[in-house]
T-cell receptor
């Protein structure tokens, strides 16, 4: 079945450093979504990417969908302590069954 | 409502008992999803509804799990004869339309089976 892996599993950065998490699917995706989950909270929708090679920006966050629509990345520029949390990608192929990635837990050291 | 509401927020039950978890999606949202999240883990897909229909039930872990949705609104997830491995946070999410991205999650029900 469809699998979605994320790397790294954990990332500790100093405040002000950049951060990137990568998402890789075993199958071609129709679209991909990104969510952020703060410690003790529930996932919050960040963005959806649909087109091959699509790049979208939200302030310090840059999201990219690969040309083959099998991978995606989230890059945060100049991290802040408010960026702490776990970032999940969620992809769907064929049906509307969104499969979540394994997540990347980000810690930002002040 | 303003957001996705789940109840109860916490549930402690004895092994072997049945539990019902409730999800009230945002009014007018036709798509509804159930996920399970074990401590420190990712989200495990359980089932989704398009209206009152569940086209894909493949994520339900066993026949002890069932879900229904009525009136294109409230959904209940029922776990029969609970086991300790059922302990997790059960999250519900809804969206205006299944083809529209961006699901709003509820705060979840934390289920503990003792």
């Amino acid at each position: 079945g469809q699998q979605v892996m994320q790397i790294p599993q954990y990332q500790h950065v100093q405040e002000g450093e950049d951060f990137t998490t990568y998402c890789n699917s075993s199958t071609t995706l129709s679209n991909i979504q990104w969510y952020k989950q703060r410690p003790g909270g529930h996932p919050v929708f960040l963005i959806q990417l649909v087109k091959s090679g699509e790049v979208k920006k939200q302030k310090r966050l840059t999201f990219q969908f690969g040309e083959a629509k099998k991978n995606s990345s989230l890059h945060i520029t100049a991290t802040q302590t408010t960026d702490v949390g776990t970032y999940f990608c969620a992809g769907v192929s064929g049906t509307y069954k969104y499969i979540f990635g394994t997540g990347t837990r980000l810690k930002v050291l002040a | 409502g303003a957001g996705v509401s789940q109840s109860p927020s916490n549930k402690v039950t004895e092994k072997g008992k049945d539990v019902e978890l409730r999800c009230d999606p945002i009014s007018g949202h036709t798509a509804l999803y159930w996920y399970r999240q074990r401590l420190g883990q990712g989200l495990e897909f359980l089932i989704y509804f398009q209206g009152n229909s569940a086209p894909d039930k493949s994520g339900l872990p066993s026949d002890r799990f069932s879900a229904e949705r009525t009136g294109e609104s409230v959904s209940t997830l029922t776990i029969q004869r609970t086991q300790q491995e059922d302990s997790a946070v059960y999250l519900c999410a809804s969206s205006l339309d299944i083809r529209v991205g961006g699901y709003t999650f509820g705060s979840g029900t934390r289920l503990t089976v003792v």
